[in-house]
């Protein structure tokens, strides 16, 4: 199995840019989580899918940021527009079925960085 | 909301020497404690889980203990090797695999002395 795939992973980009950030769940796993890593606040979630819907997005910081699922295995996080402080690792994570119990694969991260 | 304090942010041991790793939780609904294993430009990687039924598990050189009345957990890693040098972090859900999604620690970093 591929893994969580995420694109791109690496993004340097001017404030006020638009940006997306793009992540294929695991084969036969139902539930995406976006997270963001920094050095300040360490890994805080944004916001969760079960089964292409939303369900929890209080971490989301602003309107700024918006997340979809067009389908089932796919996944976009947008930023607009983008400013310095969202600089960060951001991770998507999904999840499903191992020996009875859901479990949390992380993908390898976008570090992105506005300038 | 759940808050999951963890301690040390830096623990230095020398090779073959145990470590120990410890975090607390705020929220007693929480019943999925997973830890992650973070190297160097890596996503988090699953080390070890233990649900709230379950005082203990181990898994070869790696134990975690679970004392739900205190809301702490441990993770204990023995006869430590240099490829266990790396950022652990703690966390913590309501649902099992943290299907509500985890809110972690801030992550403690391991440095295994040769």
């Known amino acids: 199995d591929a893994g969580v795939i995420q694109s791109p992973r690496h993004e340097v980009t001017e404030m006020g840019q638009e940006v997306t950030l793009r992540c294929k769940l695991i084969s036969g796993h139902n539930s995406l989580f976006w997270y963001r890593q920094t050095m300040m606040r360490g890994l805080e979630l944004l916001i969760y899918?079960?089964?292409?819907?939303?369900?929890?997005d209080s971490g989301m910081p602003e309107d700024r940021f918006s997340a979809k699922m067009p389908n089932a295995s796919f996944s976009t996080l947008k930023i607009q527009p983008s400013e310095p402080r969202d600089s960060a690792v951001y991770f998507c994570a999904s999840s499903g079925r191992v020996k009875f119990q859901e479990t949390q694969y992380f993908g390898p991260g976008t570090r992105l960085l506005v300038l | 909301g759940e808050n999951v304090e963890q301690h040390p942010s830096t623990l230095s041991v020398q090779e073959g020497d145990s470590a120990v790793i410890k975090c607390t939780y705020s929220?007693?609904?929480?019943?999925?404690f997973p830890w992650y294993k973070q190297e160097l430009g890596k996503g988090p990687q699953l080390i070890i889980d233990i649900r709230s039924n379950v005082g203990e598990k181990k898994d070869q050189r790696i134990a975690v203990t679970l004392n739900k009345t205190a809301k702490h957990f441990s993770l204990h890693i023995t006869e430590t090797q240099p490829e266990d040098s790396a950022v652990y972090f703690c966390?913590?859900?309501?649902?099992?695999?943290?299907?509500?999604?985890?809110?972690f620690g801030k992550g403690t970093h391991l440095i295994i002395q040769p």
């Open positions: 929220d007693s609904a929480s019943n999925y």
């Open positions: 899918f079960n089964n292409n819907v939303p369900i929890d």
């Open positions: 966390a913590a859900s309501i649902l099992v695999g943290g299907a509500d999604g985890l809110t």
